[in-house]
């Protein structure tokens, strides 16, 4: 089955103490890409990559870092959390950046920093 | 990306057709028009995409207003799984990075 899977997704822990949420997704796709989503704000997104090795901020990534080493991964990285990222994470890939796929969504990790 | 106005919140009756409407007066000829929804405790879904004419997929149709203004989205009959938020979200055509912006979308509630 076609599916973008993040792990964890459940997590509370407190700040300052670094955090990674995986991202794996078996499609084969070269664009993939993290969102926060918090009330009000809607989705935004964080960064996203193109291709392997290749990262870009999105409109949010203060307090974030990404790596793209395999095409299939694309872990978000929590260097020192903070409350303020508190939110729902998603993570989410389509074929290529660009056109007009479909991009597919995980089923999100929620995050609470205390 | 331009901006879509879409209701707050809608409602229906199981098995009942619904319609979801999108503003989008400042739409430019490169901009395609993609719906998803997003059901609770869950990430947001594709249902569908169009440029100028109406689309139909196994999800839903599109039908896009000839000056390309607004569209809305149709749900022949409605169930109570299709109970979620629609956003309605414009893409430049070609290269955009991929990113969608989400706007507060309209909230279906679907009736048994």
């Known amino acids: 089955e076609a599916q973008v899977t993040q792990n964890p997704r459940y997590l509370i822990t407190v700040t300052g103490k670094k955090l990674t949420v995986t991202c794996s997704q078996n499609m084969n796709h070269e664009y993939m890409s993290w969102y926060r989503q918090d009330p009000g704000l809607g989705l935004r997104q964080i960064y996203y990559s193109m291709n392997v090795e290749v990262t870009d901020k999105g409109d949010v990534p203060e307090g974030y870092k990404v790596s793209r080493k395999e095409k299939r991964n694309f872990p978000l990285i929590l260097e020192s959390p903070s409350p303020n990222q508190t939110s729902l994470y998603f993570c989410?890939?389509?074929?290529?950046?660009?056109?007009?796929?479909?991009?597919?969504f995980g089923d999100g990790t929620r995050l609470s920093i205390l | 990306d331009a901006k879509t106005t879409q209701p707050n919140s809608m409602e229906s009756n199981e098995e009942e057709p619904v319609h979801l409407p999108c503003n989008h007066s400042?739409?430019?000829?490169?901009?395609?028009i993609h719906w998803y929804r997003q059901l609770p405790s869950q990430g947001p879904e594709y249902v569908i995409h169009g440029l100028t004419s109406n689309v139909n997929n196994r999800m839903a149709s599109l039908a896009i207003a000839e000056d390309r203004k607004s569209s809305t989205l149709i749900l022949h009959r409605a169930t109570l799984r299709d109970a979620a938020v629609y956003y309605c979200i414009l893409r430049v055509g070609g290269t955009s990075y991929g990113k969608l912006t989400f706007g507060q979308g309209t909230i279906l509630t679907v009736h048994p």
């Open positions: 989410a890939s389509r074929r290529s950046s660009e056109g007009n796929q479909p991009q597919h």
């Open positions: 400042t739409i430019s000829g490169t901009d395609y």
